[in-house]
């Protein structure tokens, strides 16, 4: 997603890039590892853990920060060292595969399937109840913080192929010609907005637990019910930009 440079220039395209980018940020927080994971921590039985659940936010704001730092310093190498390779015919016919494939991919994300599967499990804790007791030091013996970091990296990585608002933001920075600790800082308060619903939830889940609690378990529900098809959706958007992208560099319009 890019920006003109005089828009980027201006004092209103900056605000304006600003409005997008907490966009961006909102529409990231309602992922499977930004808020479902935390939701389902916060409802875990008894007190609130509250420094797991902010380790678990800390941790996956800083994955993402590493990522988008990352994407960020290699983009401008990989353009200027591989730019003709990334416009050669072969790539670009890749890119079309790869983005069908995407779309392909997505309609095998069947809400209504995954609803089935859980009414199956009849509500049984079974194996993720293990694994939030152990990441939430309710188990006997699991004081360590690690099963919990390993949560949150594992839903990072689970969730890197659909960062579509992310990558877009990251596009957007790009385009602007900031300082790179600029660019930084502001992909570091991204991550913090991103994090920003859920920290809400735990700090109102702490004052009115009897008020936020019916919240909670709704939105489980629904997050729960709605994950695989969410996730669909955003393959199937990924799978379209790449394919149309695709098309149009190799002058197929």
């Known amino acids: 997603m890019d920006l003109p440079v005089d828009l980027v220039g201006t004092e209103g395209g900056l605000v304006a890039m600003a409005g997008v980018l907490v966009v961006l940020a909102l ?29 678990y936010l800390g941790t996956v704001a800083v994955a993402y920060l ?3 730092v990352a994407v ?3 983009a401008g190498v990989v353009l200027a060292r591989f730019g003709d ?3 050669s015919r072969p790539v670009l016919l890749a890119q079309l595969v ?4 995407l779309l392909a991919l997505s309609f095998r994300f069947d809400g209504k399937r995954s609803a089935r599967r859980a009414e199956a499990a009849g509500g049984r804790p079974g194996r ?7 990441a939430l030091g309710l188990d006997p013996g699991s004081s360590s913080v690690l099963p919990l970091m390993g949560l949150a990296l594992g839903a990072v990585t689970l969730e890197a192929a659909t960062m579509l608002p992310y990558l877009a933001a990251i596009g957007l920075l790009t385009a602007s010609d900031l300082a790179t600790p600029v660019t930084v800082g502001i992909l570091a308060l991204y991550c913090v907005v991103m994090v920003l619903p859920a920290l809400l939830l735990l700090g109102g889940r702490l004052v009115a637990a009897r008020w936020i609690d019916p919240l909670l378990h709704r939105l489980e529900r629904w997050l729960s019910k709605n994950a695989a098809e969410m996730t669909g959706w955003v393959l199937g958007v990924v799978g379209v930009l790449l394919a149309l992208d695709a098309v149009g560099r190799l002058g197929w319009t």
């Open 27 to 55: 529409v990231d927080s309602t992922s499977f590892g930004t808020l479902l994971v935390p939701v389902w921590l916060l409802l875990a039985p008894g007190r609130v853990r509250s420094g797991r659940v902010l380790a």
């Open 66 to 68: 590493l990522i988008g």
């Open 72 to 74: 960020l310093l290699g």
């Open 85 to 87: 390779v990334l416009e």
């Open 98 to 101: 790869l983005g069908v494939g």
């Open 128 to 134: 993720l109840a293990r694994w939030r007791g152990r």
